[in-house]
Each structure stands twice: as C-alpha cells, then as structure tokens.
C-alpha cells in the first residue's frame, strides 16, 4: 500500500499544482457567479437619456395609444417618410421612426419601425404591447356587447399548483418540479463531465509514460496493478479537490452576491426594466420579495446534504469505472491517435446517459429511468436527474451495490490488459489481442 499511496501522492500534487488547474478552480465559479448576476445588474440600471420616436401615423388613429414614458417620447409629423429620415443625420434627431399606413385590426403588419441602427428589442417590445392592448380593446368593442373586456379579463386564469412533498414526522416541505429538473441536470452534467475530463487524463498520462519509456523505470519498482490504482485513485482526489473547492467558492460568492444584490439593486428598477414594454405592470418590490422568499422555501424542500454524499459516491463509482477501462486502452496503444479507436466505445454510454437522463428528468419513475439507473454505465448520470424528485432508499442501495461490483470487475479486466500492455511496442492492437490479453 506504501507504493500506491507514493504514486497517487505524485499524480495528486503533479496536477493540483499545475497553473491550469488553480485558475480553472478559482476561475469558474467567478464565472458562474457573473453570468447571473451581471445581467441581473445590468437590467436594473436605467438608461437617463430619454429617447425620441417620429410616428407618422396615416390613419390617425394611434395619437392617444402611443403614450410617453421615462424612457420614450412619441411626436406625431404629417410628412414623407424620406423627407424626415433625411433631416435625421446619426440618430441626432429622433431615436427610431414608426410608420403606421393601414388599420392595425384588419391588417397586422401595417406598422413599420425604422432606424440608421437595429432597433432594440425593449423599444420594439414597448410599441407593440400598446398596439396590442388598444387593438384588443377595439376589437371586443365592435362585438357591442356591455362589459366585454370585464368579462373576459375575469374570465382569464391563472392557476399556481404548489407542489407539496411529505415529509417525515408530519413536516410537510414546499417543492417545485421545475428547481427538481435543474437541479438534477445541473449534477448530471457535472458527473457527465468529471468522468469524460479526469478519465481522458487517467488515459493521456499512460500513454505519455509508455511512449517516454518513463513506465519501464516505474514498472521495475511497482507492480503495473499498483501503478494503474494509484493513478486512477491520485487523479479521482484531485477531482474531488476541484469539486469541493467549488462548492465552497461557490456558496461564498452567492452569499456575497446575495448581500450585494440586497443592497445595491433595486427591486422595482429591475421589475420595470424586465417588464416595459410588454404591456405588463411591474410588480411591487413587495411582491418580489415574496417571489425571493418563495425560491428559498423551495430550495428548503431539498435534501442537499443527501445530494451531494450521493454525488461523490456516484462520481467516485463511475470515474472508477470508466477510468480503470480509460487506463487499459491507455496501457494498450503506443500513442494518442490510436486511443480513438478504443476511446469510442467507452464513450458512447456516456453520451448516451446524458440522453436517457434527459429523458428521464420527464418520467423519473418510468422504465427507462429505472433501468439507466441499474445499468452501471448509466446509473451516475441518470440517477442523479431522479434524486430530486425522491427515490426509494433500496434503488439507490441497488444501483450503488451493482456500481461498485461492476467497477470491482472492470478494474479485474482492465488490470488484465495493463500488466501485458504497458511494455508492449510497435504492435497494432485489435480487439481480438485485448481478449486474448485477458485469458491470459
């Protein structure tokens, strides 16, 4: 074990020291953090400059629709489109010109809106919500029934079913099936990539001992099975270094972040700027705050510490997995174009858990969630999508019991093909070979 221990010692502080790792460890989360909250920053800030749209309208039926706010200023001009688009030089004069030439409730497209530069998507969106709104209105008026509108805008529903999950001694736990499906894709992911990066590593570093000669100093002091365990072992830790690093980066930053956007973001900004011009009202911050506080419940009603143990458990299983077979093809070829021959199989499983996951975050009871979720190849991948939703405590203890037995067999088969491949040169491996190596 002393040998072992010396060499996943070795693979360990090679790569945790390495420059690329510390700044993709310390670099993602930041990232991560930055993509939500920089447009969460972004959108509560109000542009000061009030903008100025031409509107020629030729039905003259618009003048009390297009009305002005903060941010947009309507002027009405009975002139030539042309002749007004030359007397703007750069946008100086006016923002954007709307022209309207027919009937917007008999004919859709009858209102243009031009500009020397694209139109914004919040100037686009502020115009077409109140000619939606006044053409609605015009449109259940010439049916000439009293009270239409009311009766249609009671009419309309807006239903919110809160999902409630039981929970032990009575303590009921408020749910959400749309944070079960990120969550759960979200860890998918990630297991996705931890098994595909931290094995196609375990497989280059083979190959790049056998093809230095490195391996035939190594292998005169340690037995190949010892050497292979102690590189697949040394580059799980850094793995589950990079993992936990992280988790904890991450949990700081958001609660800083949190702390900032409690601070420093207003609430009814950002509410007005997500909703102008869409014909909505904003919210009060009230309201918002109610929303913040609803999400953090529904964060409540998950078992994240099971989460995350099951998460290393399922990463740790399935790296192994597919790390002790990474490493045999790695043993068996004498340089990295010839890896690709053997890598594909081991891969497609992969890429097809992510596909069943996919699938299975739809219907996380269904056959084809329980099955990928047996199947050692798939389990850690597919498991991970349905632990939100609630499995039963004798599927996971299955799934992980076939998970470490089929790891016990690959790591026998791949230890196999290691002892005889890692001094072998200058031989072109077919498949019929590695099974030849493994009756041996």
């Not at 939500?36 to 800030?45: K, Q, T």
């Not at 903008?51 to 618009?62: G, L, Q």
């Not at 007004?84 to 009858?110: G, Y």
């Not at 097809?352 to 299975?360: E, M, N, P, T, V």
Request: aromatic share 12%; glycine share 6%.
């Amino acid at each position: 074990m002393s040998k072992i221990s010396l060499i996943i010692k070795r693979e360990y502080s090679t790569r945790v020291m390495k420059k690329s790792f510390i700044i993709l460890t310390f670099l993602t989360p930041v990232l991560f953090a930055g993509m939500i909250m920089v447009p969460l920053w972004l959108a509560s800030i109000k542009d000061s400059t009030k903008k100025h749209i031409v509107v020629i309208d030729r039905t003259n039926s618009y003048h009390e629709v297009l009305k002005n706010n903060e941010s947009y200023s309507f002027d009405f001009v009975n002139k030539p489109a042309e002749e007004v688009r030359k007397n703007n030089k750069k946008n100086e004069e006016f923002a954007a010109l709307l022209v309207i030439t027919d009937d917007l409730s008999v004919n859709s497209k009858a209102a243009t809106l031009y500009s020397e530069e694209q139109v914004n998507l919040e100037l686009k969106s502020y115009v077409v919500g109140l000619l939606n709104n006044f053409v609605e209105e015009k449109k259940l008026a010439s049916h000439n029934i009293p009270n239409l509108k009311k009766m249609v805008e009671e009419s309309r529903a807006d239903i919110d079913i809160t999902t409630v999950k039981w929970g032990e001694n009575g303590k009921d736990k408020v749910g959400s099936a749309e944070l079960s499906l990120a969550i759960g894709m979200i860890s998918a992911f990630m297991i996705y990539m931890f098994i595909v990066i931290y094995g196609a590593q375990v497989m280059s570093g083979v190959v790049q001992e056998k093809t230095s000669r490195i391996v035939e100093v190594i292998i005169s002091s340690v037995k190949p099975f010892e050497l292979m365990m102690g590189k697949i072992i040394g580059i799980a830790m850094v793995g589950l270094t990079q993992f936990f690093l992280w988790l904890v980066l991450t949990l700081l930053i958001s609660a800083a972040a949190g702390s900032f956007i409690g601070s420093d973001i207003d609430l009814d900004a950002l509410q007005q700027a997500n909703t102008m011009g869409m014909g909505m009202q904003a919210p009060p911050a009230s309201e918002t705050q109610n929303m913040v506080r609803e999400v953090y419940s529904m964060l409540s009603g998950f078992d994240f510490v099971q989460i995350v143990v099951l998460f290393v458990l399922y990463f740790l299983g399935g790296y192994l997995l597919y790390a002790s077979l990474f490493a045999a093809v790695g043993s068996a070829v004498d340089n990295e174009t010839d890896t690709q021959q053997f890598s594909l199989p081991l891969t497609l499983p992969i890429i097809f858990a992510i596909y069943a996951a996919i699938y299975s975050a739809q219907n996380p009871d269904g056959p084809l969630a329980f099955w990928c979720s047996m199947i050692p190849f798939t389990s850690p991948i597919v498991m991970m999508v349905r632990l939100p939703y609630g499995v039963p405590a004798w599927e996971i203890m299955l799934s992980i019991s076939i998970l470490v037995l089929s790891f016990i067999g690959t790591t026998w088969m791949a230890g196999k093909i290691y002892r005889t491949g890692i001094l072998m040169y200058g031989k072109k491996i077919t498949w019929g070979e590695l099974w030849k190596w493994l009756r041996y």
